[in-house]
């Protein structure tokens, strides 16, 4: 290995070491960016996902809210004739039968329906029937109907549908504490709630009993238990004991007013909008066989509970393993795992009787009549998360952007820092050999003055080529237009061509071999420009021709179908040729083969670039066919002058 290889070596070694840093450098940072962009994405999901569920939970606490005003304004309805009745925390012990019937005739007469707010919930049409069953006496109970209409009390035989409630009240009048827990299963005992951890604080309320009411769903009726009274008998001085038996106040509920009257009212009152409901609404009673009360639209039907979305138990949820089964089945399904708004159970007024499995709780069922109030929150969720992702995804491709422009400023910096370095080389060897010329020159020690002259003649040629790169090189990024297009004869333009390189050429050794096609069509273009065009491709093929003495430049017709043709003039080499790789990167300014740079052949990277932008500026193209080891074809495509002067007057 000679001095001059470790030299190139030395100087080539930083220059890659520097390539291969800068390398990892911007690796180091995609990676950083992309582990960050992650990161951002990740809690940009979480961030949605929890904003997403606070909506579905502020949505549905809102429906809940409304749910629950509607059930407060159905409790007022019911409880209205609680109030008329006016059995107190004593249970009557100090009222007649005549007292209740009293009370029930003044409260529905009509005249007393009027706007005060002492009867804002006055509806006589709501109760059916009001009787008091007598279940206190040694024999066989009585029912006696109270009729406000002839204002007496009458004795009625047990309505069938108040057989099955006339019986659990019998079997629960044997003391008030009983009575108080008539609503609880038979199989429960009164006291087992009280001490079940299991049971919810609803379930609790339940056992307080303070008003004593109790409903039946199944009738529908309310029931209250009172103590005896003769009636025009002095009532005793202290009241009567919580052991002695009870009777019954049963107000049987008109279902016919709830159902047609009560329920539309109140799904007006909270569930509609300005073009209507908002919601389907329905009320249905949820038991084995379940029963349909009402419904805003004719295709909301009780199987529409599980897809709905909220669905409020109206009296409450009822205790394991009794007739509210079906409703309890409900909440412990797997394919309800929801959130608590969807299925949840209003606060209880009314413990409500249990009295058979197939008697089901009254649900209140409500769907969005624009798709699941969830699916609208999703929706809008995945407009965002869209939207998100958009804005990640362009901020990503910014990023992506900036580093490859950045390291494309960088590459275009190392090229025109080597185009420098080339260009001051170029410059420097000319000058050094001329300095040395006519350093001889002025010692005397010239002998062959017609050598120093060529000399000097040559490399000063040398110079102001390489001028006239840079000049045209530097129009050519300006879009100056300093050319004049005429119809050039190709043969003078070779000939002119081969004048100017042939000195050049002969002492270099180099065979040019010139071969030009008979009767060739003039081109348009622009001497100078179509001279320099071919002076570059031919210091080309001498600078890189390798091994090889020879230099090919051919022009001939080219055909480009009937009725246009052109002119290509070819200039060949047997030299070292160009890989595939590097055949669309040889046209940009500055760039050199690493190839071309280890053999420490000298250049500008600049004479392929001006070519062809010269070659297009006068309407033409440049192409090239290039083998690594066999040489290379560059062509200079242009069309005729007639043809081109025809297309422009037509």
Known sequence: MGPLDLQSRKLRTPHTSSKQSSLFFWVTVLITIAVLLAIVGTLQYRWSTEIRR??????????????????????????????????????GARDSREDYLQRYTRWSRPANNDDSMENIYTNPELVKDIYIWETSTSGSPSLLRLNADKERIERSPVPPDLQSLLARLEKNSSSLRVALHAWEQDEVPYQHHARDERLTPSHMLRGDAVAGWQFDEAVPAI????????????????????????????????????????????????????????????????????????????????????TSDAVMNIFGSPLEGSG???????????????????????????????????????????????????????????????????????????????????RRAEALANLQMDFVTSVSHELRTPLTAILSVG??????????????????????????????????????????????????????????????????????GFTVDFEIAPSLPPILGDLRFLCRCLQNLIGNAAKYSGQSRWIGVSAELEELGNPNEGVQISVTDRGIGIRSSELLQIFEPFYRSPSVLAAQVHGTGLGLSVTKHLAEAMGGRVSVLSEPGLGSVFTLHFRVAAALESEMVA
């Not at 394919?335 to 058979?356: C, G, N, Y």
């Open 54 to 91: 606070a909506a579905e939970v502020r949505l549905g606490g809102l429906l809940e809210s409304t749910m629950m005003k509607w059930h407060l304004d159905f409790y007022s309805e019911i409880s209205a004739v609680c109030t008329a009745l006016q059995i107190g925390p004593d249970s």
């Open 223 to 306: 029931v209250h238990p009172i103590f005896r009274h003769v009636s025009r008998r002095p009532l005793p001085a202290k009241a009567s004991s919580d052991d002695e038996p009870v009777d019954w106040v049963v107000a049987v509920l008109n279902l016919e007013t709830i159902e047609r009257r009560i329920l539309p009212g109140l799904a007006q009152r909270y569930f509609a909008g300005s073009r209507g409901l908002k919601y389907k609404v329905a009320v249905i009673t949820a038991g084995r066989t379940q029963r349909l009360l009402y419904s805003s639209d004719t295709d909301f039907v009780p199987r529409d509970v599980l």
């Open 324 to 406: 509210g089964q079906l409703w309890q089945t409900e909440i412990d399904s797997d394919t309800l795992k929801r959130e608590d708004w969807h299925r949840f159970s209003s606060p209880v007024w009314f413990p409500v009787i249990q009295r058979a499995s197939e008697n089901g709780p009254w649900l209140l069922v409500l769907r969005n009549r624009n798709g699941p109030l969830d699916g609208a929150v999703t929706k809008v969720w995945r407009g965002h998360m869209l939207t998100s992702g958009v804005v990640l995804l362009l901020l990503a491709t910014s990023v992506v952007l900036v580093v490859v422009s950045s």
């Open 439 to 508: 350093q001889n020159i002025t010692d005397g020690f010239a002998s062959d003055l017609k050598l120093y002259g060529w000399l000097i003649t040559t490399q000063v040629r040398k110079e102001i080529d390489l001028v006239d790169q840079i000049l045209s090189f530097a129009s050519t990024k300006k879009g100056a237009k300093n050319y004049v297009l005429q119809p050039l004869d190709l043969t003078n333009v070779l000939d002119q061509v081969r004048r100017d390189t042939a000195t050049i050429f002969e002492r270099s």
